[in-house]
């Protein structure tokens, strides 16, 4: 059985694949920046109000999404 790949679903890869190599530097960047895991995790405990309710929301609405609600 030859599996064939549409031009969509090789466009959808390339992104997801940019995608996590993006991210995936963005942390090794930050990471270095920090001086210690607990810094890291916690951004240095420089975040705001807005980012932590965004954060927070995020998480609630992933784990809704997760149970198909």
């Known amino acids: 059985m030859i599996l064939a790949m549409s031009t969509s679903n090789i466009c959808i890869l390339i992104s997801i ?3 996590l190599i993006f991210v995936v530097l963005i942390g090794f960047k930050y990471s ?3 001086n210690s895991v ?3 995790y916690l951004g240095g405990r420089k975040l705001g ?3 932590t309710a965004m954060s927070a929301e995020a998480s609630d609405m992933s784990s809704w999404l997760l149970m198909g609600l």
Do not use: C, F, I, R
């Open 32 to 34: 270095k920046e920090s």
């Open 17 to 19: 694949t940019v995608y």
């Open 49 to 51: 109000p807005l980012v």
């Open 38 to 40: 607990d810094e890291y």
